[in-house]
């Protein structure tokens, strides 16, 4: 995404990449949610025209009302979170990049998002981080399972989920199986 430099590796990227990475990544906290749509759009690479042409959808999928003229200081990180990834979904991107973004979205949010990365998938590529394995099988096919920086598992998206939820299950000490909470 270009916010960090790899300490090893290669990565050659063709296409636009928008990046959902941490919360409020690229917002002025001082600045109103309008102000930091265009600063975030402009962060990701539109143009001042690209920007006005997309500002009525990316409000829309925002849907946070006259808050859009307040600063994202008064904000809620629900509100934040709508506001980044509205951003992000319309900057016309070929890679997107979510990390764990969705953790912090209300239900009905957190559904529009999922309808918008599944049409996304037919046209671009996603790379999608969550520790969320519904939303992981939901999304993705193929899985990489990282345990402390270190490739543990890879492979299709529920065989991996489920050794990922076993092995919580065993560090945990509860049988039968459930699904991983957040941040676990």
Known sequence: CGTLMPTTGTLAVQGRVAALLELGTGFNPEFSGRENVYLNAAILGLDDAEIERYLPEILEFADIGDF???????YSSGMAVRLAFAVAAHVRADILVIDEALAVGDVFFVQKCMRFLRQFQEHGTLFFVSHDTGAVVNLCHHVLWLD???????GPAR???EHYLAMLRETSGVAGSGSAHPGA
Request: hydrophobic share 30%; net charge neutral; charged share 25%.
């Open 159 to 161: 065989q991996v989920c």
């Open 148 to 154: 402390q920086g270190q490739l543990r598992e890879a």
């Open 68 to 74: 859009i003229d307040q600063p994202v200081k008064t």
